[in-house]
């Protein structure tokens, strides 16, 4: 049975850090890359980062370069994003996605989400 198991969400004041964990079990979590999504209220959900499934290259949304690093640890099964110099607008629920493509076929498998807020 797939599993995306997301924690590490919380309140956290404005300029603060917080960092989500995604752990994974069900998959070969080493032939996946990993992203981080979020969705705001009345917003569409977005792509805040990415990491290749050895971890070798990663892509960041705009809004986050600079402030959030993605990371992937297949001895661990686990993925995660350092969120520092946190904002009011970094305020939505955090998604955890695996993503794996063949000639034939894209698997994807979706956490279920962990709410973060950034207020004072």
């Known amino acids: 049975q797939v599993q995306l198991v997301e924690s590490g969400g919380g309140l956290v004041q404005p300029g603060g850090s917080l960092r989500l964990s995604c752990a994974a079990s069900?998959?070969?979590?080493?032939?996946?890359?990993m992203s981080w999504y979020r969705q705001a209220p009345g917003k569409e959900r977005e792509l805040v980062a990415g990491i290749t499934k050895a971890g070798g290259s990663t892509n960041y949304a705009d809004s986050v370069k600079g402030r959030f690093t993605i990371s992937k640890d297949n001895a661990k099964n686990t993925v995660y994003l350092q969120m520092n110099s946190l904002k009011p607008e970094d305020t939505a629920v955090y998604y955890c996605?695996?993503?794996?493509?063949?000639?034939?076929?894209?698997?994807?498998?979706w956490g279920q989400g962990t709410q973060v807020t950034v207020s004072s």
């Open positions: 069900g998959f070969t979590f080493s032939s996946y890359a």
């Open positions: 996605n695996a993503n794996r493509r063949t000639s034939y076929n894209e698997y994807v498998y």
